[in-house]
């Protein structure tokens, strides 16, 4: 059973840094997709960056250059170093990992099977 649990949230003001980590446990793909998602109050979830197979990154623009997607696949671990926060980053951040059958890795919500529980993060002006 593969499992996805995040840690790492928290409150900052604006220009902080916050980094979330997610450990995964019975993914055990040797080449992995890997994505980090936010949901804002009453939108869909949307994507903010994914890491495919090859190690190639994909930035959503509204994060790109503050936001920095990385694996530790000794660890099974996950992390996104979030930098110069604002406050309309504030959501609730998911990681995902695994691809549903006959799915590519892009950041899109259809493609990942395993989702974790979300963690809040909240940015003050």
């Known amino acids: 059973q593969v499992q996805l649990l995040e840690s790492g949230a928290g409150s900052v003001q604006a220009g902080g840094s916050l980094r979330l980590s997610c450990k995964t446990s019975?993914?055990?793909?040797?080449?992995?997709?890997v994505g980090w998602f936010r949901q804002f109050p009453g939108k869909e979830r949307e994507g903010v960056a994914r890491?495919?197979?090859?190690?190639?990154?994909f930035y959503d623009d509204s994060v790109k250059g503050r936001f920095t997607i990385s694996q530790d696949s000794a660890e099974n671990m996950i992390y996104l170093q979030m930098n110069d926060l604002k406050p309309e980053d504030t959501a609730m951040y998911y990681c995902a990992a695994g691809l549903k059958s006959g799915q590519v890795c892009y950041l899109g919500r259809a493609a990942f099977a395993y989702w974790g529980q979300g963690t809040q993060v909240t940015v003050s002006s």
């Open positions: 019975g993914y055990t793909a040797r080449r992995k997709c």
């Open positions: 890491q495919n197979e090859d190690n190639e990154i």
